[in-house]
């Protein structure tokens, strides 16, 4: 695996067609007092089981699933997490979440969440309000008491945010009980499988595990699949949905397939402004219909430079993605700005390497100060000079860490 820490120290095992741009004429949808509420949108799996046929059940079940960096971004949401606009990702390898759920009968259900081995009761009522929120369509949550013990590969604190890896890692475990639980009512305790690699991850299962990740977290459902992944109706991809993600695999040029992403750690802290309430404000935002319409023009444009490769294009993409980003935050009311000083002054060093060697080393921000440095795995040992004689003195205890374009997800038997 493609991973190297600056500071291994600090490094340990934890923690319709086109969506319609909101105007005044469709802004009545965007309700976000329905985020939590029962889900009742059509979802790509057949009828949930009756309650009085649920069998009687115990057993783990335990998935592995990625962390992803967005370069098209998701940045608005309506209704029952709806993207306002499509967004384009790539999922890590390194960076990754390991969720194991022991199920065992229990009437009214019951959950239980630990972080590294410790009960987290915070991360808790978050995953039992969104388990709450889908019991209509798992009706067995209301039979089955679940243990959920759940890892990161990436430091706590270190301001890479694991919701998107773990509701992954969590949806698929919920998927694989279901598939569990629906073959052991139609065929006999027979069907009953513990061992997770007894399943096959076809794509309606990905599918409607994106659909559940979804509803925990927007972003959480590209990360059921490895690659690159699309989430959002666009004409461009005619199979993309609102309600779940879905995997690019085919015309990817090769340089893209397994492409580098250093994140350099600027800032660790806890950010003042979360996701949730950044999409929020998008509500009032004066720029939010002209940012709508530029994403779903970008849609086209990023796949057709992952088709051939064109690396100057692809950067002046994405560098221009990360600052609309970043600049929307700011024009939003509240203001907010999660760019530290050392996040700009890291992009000068970026941009003047860039210009003194002319090799494609471009960067992208998530939500917030860190930074995603993005290059071809052949420039790798050029890049990692500019980290190590430059740009890590510009993170919170030198610390960043290696990673690129990753296969995706994975059951894990054992769990370890
Ligand atoms: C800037 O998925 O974290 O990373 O749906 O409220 O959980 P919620 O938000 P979240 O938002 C991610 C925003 C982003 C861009 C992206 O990943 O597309």
Not at 217 to 241: I, L
Request: aromatic share 8%.
């Amino acid at each position: 695996m493609s991973c190297c820490f600056a500071h291994p120290q600090t490094i340990h095992r934890l923690d319709d067609l086109v969506q319609p741009p909101m105007n005044s004429e469709n802004k009545e949808k965007f309700d976000f007092s329905t985020v939590g509420a029962p889900v009742s949108e059509p979802h790509p799996q057949s009828e949930p089981l009756p309650l009085k046929e649920i069998p009687a059940l115990e057993g783990s079940v335990a998935w592995e699933a990625p962390s992803n960096i967005a370069l098209i971004k998701y940045w608005g949401k309506y209704g029952q997490q709806m993207p306002a606009n499509p967004s384009i990702s790539f999922s890590l390898k390194a960076c990754v979440s390991q969720t194991k759920v022991h199920f065992k009968p229990q009437s009214g259900g019951g959950v239980r969440f630990s972080l590294s081995g410790q009960q987290n009761l915070g991360f808790q009522t978050r995953i039992e309000n969104f388990l709450n929120s889908v019991e209509l369509r798992y009706p067995w949550l209301k039979e089955f008491a679940l243990d959920i013990e759940s890892t990161n590969s990436f430091p706590h604190s270190s301001g890479i945010a694991s919701s998107a890896s773990g509701f992954a890692a969590l949806a698929l475990c919920v998927e694989h009980i279901d598939q569990n639980v629906r073959l052991t009512a139609e065929q006999g305790p027979a069907a009953h499988h513990p061992e997770p690699t007894a399943y096959r991850a076809d794509a309606r299962f990905l599918n409607r595990a994106s659909h559940l990740a979804r509803l925990g977290s927007g972003s959480a459902c590209r990360s059921v699949y490895g690659g690159w992944v699309q989430w959002g109706m666009h004409p461009a991809t005619p199979e993309s949905r609102n309600e779940y993600a879905i995997a690019h695999q085919s015309a990817i040029h090769p340089v893209f397939t397994d492409y580098r992403d250093t994140i350099l750690l600027i800032h660790k802290a806890v950010k003042q402004t979360g996701s949730t309430a950044g999409h929020k404000l998008m509500e009032g935002n004066p720029y939010a219909d002209a940012r709508y319409r530029q994403a779903n023009e970008r849609i086209p444009r990023l796949l057709s430079i992952l088709a051939s490769g064109d690396l100057t294009e692809f950067g002046l993409l994405v560098e221009s993605e990360a600052l609309t980003l970043h600049a929307l935050m700011m024009a939003s009311d509240p203001s907010f700005m999660l760019m530290m000083p050392n996040t700009l002054a890291a992009i000068r060093e970026i941009q003047a390497f860039r210009k003194q060697t002319g090799l494609p080393v471009h960067y992208t921000l998530d939500a917030g100060a860190n930074l995603h440095l993005l290059y071809p795995a052949q420039h790798e040992t050029e890049v990692m000079s500019l980290i190590n004689n430059s740009l890590m003195h510009y993170c919170e205890n030198q610390a960043y860490i290696c990673d690129s374009v990753g296969t995706g997800p994975r059951p894990i038997n054992p769990f370890v």
